[in-house]
């Protein structure tokens, strides 16, 4: 699954139609995770926890602040561990808690030109923000 895409204006309703169909075709294992998928986020688990420890130590002054907040010093290394073990069976289990109709969609872009096509997906309660997220209406 992705992460932040950048979507142009006329093809937003398209692309949420998209991404909602890959949810659910993963949630209901209709595509599953492949192999290589798995392989490929194994794979890169490692150099990212390294950045998550020295980000970490980098912000020791903020861990004062926030202790309680934050997660255990060992968090990176837990999230290796937990990864590495991951089989494309887990994932699939996993997967099948997710539950489509409860995700929050962030959507950004001009309200005149995308509001009422995105309104008549059926999303859900529409929230309209400004930039700080402040309602607007």
């Known amino acids: 699954m992705g992460g932040e895409r950048g979507v142009q204006i006329d093809k937003t309703v398209e692309s949420i139609k998209e991404m909602r169909r890959e949810v659910v075709e993963y949630v209901t294992a209709k595509v599953p995770a492949k192999p290589d ?25 903020d861990a004062q602040r926030d202790r309680a907040l934050r997660p255990p010093d060992d968090y990176p290394q837990q999230r290796v561990t937990r990864i590495g073990a991951l089989t494309l069976d887990s994932l699939k289990k996993a997967a099948a808690t997710i539950q489509p109709a409860a995700l929050t969609w ?30 607007l209406r």
């Open 37 to 61: 998928e798995l392989t490929k986020l194994q794979s890169t688990e490692n150099p990212r926890a390294s950045r998550l420890l020295r980000d970490r130590q980098c912000r020791a002054g």
């Open 106 to 135: 962030v959507i950004v872009g001009d309200l005149k030109k995308i509001e009422m096509p995105i309104r008549e997906l059926g999303l859900g309660d529409l929230k309209v923000v400004d930039a700080d997220g402040r309602p």
